[in-house]
């Protein structure tokens, strides 16, 4: 199955050419991957408004009854075009196919059918309320759609996030434009085919593709057309965001960065904390938002800990997508391998022991133009340090010892991010414990990432505004209104 190797953009319905094109380009090998057709701000506004004649249409009059079952045939159809999915996803990012097929693309069709069964199941608010005359009062809220939403996604997880906003932007009949990132073009795209074979109306879903800052992002969130905005990304492209809405002071839900802590007690089952931990530190080459890159230590663990995951680190195998035997994909760019070097350098200025990683690998002249990385692990450092502080997205940990509890809580709660935490014990009182006392979004106790889709997902600080998942999602993506009527 070859993935499409044009990424056009889909604007009321249909597939248009931008006024330029720019290459993307493989993460396995460097070689031009997709050509993506940028859209202007005449698109980016022709997007808005079809979006806005779709919700004046016939759409803006749908049932949650309609559109749950439009949402259920989404899905359906993601299902039987699964493999051109993962071509797409596994070309534009370089991830293991076994990864993108058991999390990415399945998670896509899960994220339209859990949607469709939240909104059929929930409703609004009414009160009887009682009047000092001995009269009463009904009041009940109707919910409205926010209006036309524009979708801004990362790379990361390009798919997955993208319907994780577009599926219950939909189940509350809303109208998106949807920005994928530059280096992740072809799945969302590929949802376009999709909409139209569900019977989705045209104009509900419209993509435009392109850059931020002067190109159809930037055009985007500050259309005068759009209603409100989700995104997920950077931390300080969320405030350029919020910036850019500020004037026509429009809603925003963000999911941003983070620089997730693990807390692993001494009496932890040894095994299965490293094996969780090498999934949470290395799972997509480091980049999830949730991963962990700071792992604080029980002292009396810490060698044994130490040893376990290097050994871990060992057994990763980076290689071609289509391998089964490899287990971690290249990093997205080159640029952002840039960066995640920077840090590695970093870590070695700031004082920090490297245990494993710290550079390039060579895996043979195939792969030579990719933007390979090794996963690295470092001792040494602590909480003072940039690379203990700074997001780097990428397969790295600092290993840190703590003598008690609440040093551990302390050391975990040191951050400006606050997006997820993972806490690692035998003790379940102290895991509910330390759980809770974690300043984040999510905290997870002798797990990492395992998802129930109805529970609030999101972040404090830096990490974010909002939560998303099951009824949470529908707070942003809906407008009620009270009707108070005097019985
Ligand atoms: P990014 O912020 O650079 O880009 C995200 C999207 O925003 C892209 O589509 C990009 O083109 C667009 N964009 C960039 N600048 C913009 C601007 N000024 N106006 C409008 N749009 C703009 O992020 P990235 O590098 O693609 O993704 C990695 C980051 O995303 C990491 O920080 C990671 O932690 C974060 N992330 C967070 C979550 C979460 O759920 N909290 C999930 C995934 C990724
Ligand atoms: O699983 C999800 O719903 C979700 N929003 C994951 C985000 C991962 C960040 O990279």
């Not at 004649?53 to 749950?68: P, Y």
């Not at 997955?160 to 509350?172: E, G, I, N, R």
């Not at 009182?429 to 974690?438: D, N």
Request: net charge negative; glycine share 10%.
């Amino acid at each position: 199955m070859t993935a499409p190797t044009e990424a056009l953009n889909h604007v009321g319905g249909k597939f248009v050419t931008g006024l330029s094109t720019f290459d993307k380009a493989s993460p396995v090998d460097g070689r031009p991957a997709v050509t993506v057709h940028e859209a202007g701000p005449e698109l980016v506004d022709a997007a808005v408004t079809a979006a806005r004649k779709a919700l004046n249409g016939s759409w803006g009059s749908s049932t949650v009854s309609e559109r749950t079952a439009l949402l259920r045939r989404v899905a359906d159809r993601i299902e039987a075009r699964f493999d051109e999915f993962v071509a797409a996803e596994v070309r534009d990012t370089g991830k293991p196919e076994t990864l993108v097929r058991e999390l990415d693309v399945a998670r896509a069709a899960m994220n339209f059918r859990s949607f469709a069964d939240t909104v059929a199941a929930t409703g609004m608010d009414s009160f009887l309320t009682d009047l000092t005359d001995g009269r009463q009062a009904l009041n009940y809220a109707v919910a409205k759609p926010l209006g036309v939403v524009a979708v801004i996604v990362p790379w990361n997880l390009p798919l997955l996030l993208l319907t994780w906003k577009v599926a219950p932007a939909l189940a509350c009949g809303n109208a998106v434009v949807v920005k994928p990132s530059e280096e992740t073009p072809s799945t969302a795209t590929l949802l376009a085919e999709v909409m139209a074979e569900a019977g989705v109306p045209d104009g509900v879903y419209n993509v435009v593709h392109g850059f931020g800052p002067g190109s159809a992002g930037e055009a985007l969130t500050t259309h005068p057309g759009v209603d409100g905005v989700t995104f997920t990304g950077e931390s300080a492209t969320g405030s350029a965001i919020m910036r850019a809405v500020a004037p026509r002071v429009r809603p925003v839900s963000f999911e941003l960065g983070g620089k997730n802590a693990a807390v692993v007690f001494a009496d932890t089952d040894l095994d299965r904390t490293v094996a969780g931990l090498s999934r949470s530190v290395f799972l997509n080459t480091g980049q999830v938002c949730l991963s962990t890159e700071r792992v604080y230590v029980e002292r009396p663990l810490f060698d044994d800990l130490a040893a376990g995951l290097v050994e871990a680190a060992g057994k990763l195998r980076l290689g071609r997508p289509d391998d089964p035997a490899t287990t971690t994909g290249p990093l997205i760019s080159h640029k952002h391998r840039e960066k995640v070097r920077s840090y590695l350098d970093l870590a070695v200025e700031e004082g920090a022991t490297v245990l494993t990683g710290g550079g390039v690998p060579d895996l043979g002249p195939g792969l030579a133009g990719g933007s390979w990385i090794e996963p690295t692990l470092w001792t040494g450092v602590d909480n003072t340090a940039r690379v203990v502080r700074e997001e780097v997205f990428g397969p790295v940990a600092a290993l840190i010892p703590f003598d008690s509890e609440e040093e551990a809580v302390r050391l975990a709660n040191d951050t400006d991010y606050g997006l997820a935490a993972a806490v690692w014990t035998q003790n379940l009182e102290r895991g509910h414990r330390v759980a809770q006392a974690m300043r984040v979004g999510m905290s997870w106790v002798n797990t990492w990432y395992l998802r129930d889709l109805r529970s609030p997902f999101g972040g404090a600080g830096l990490s974010g505004i909002g939560r998303e998942g099951g009824r949470h999602s529908l707070h942003f993506y809906t407008q009620p209104t009270n009707v108070c009527v005097q019985l």
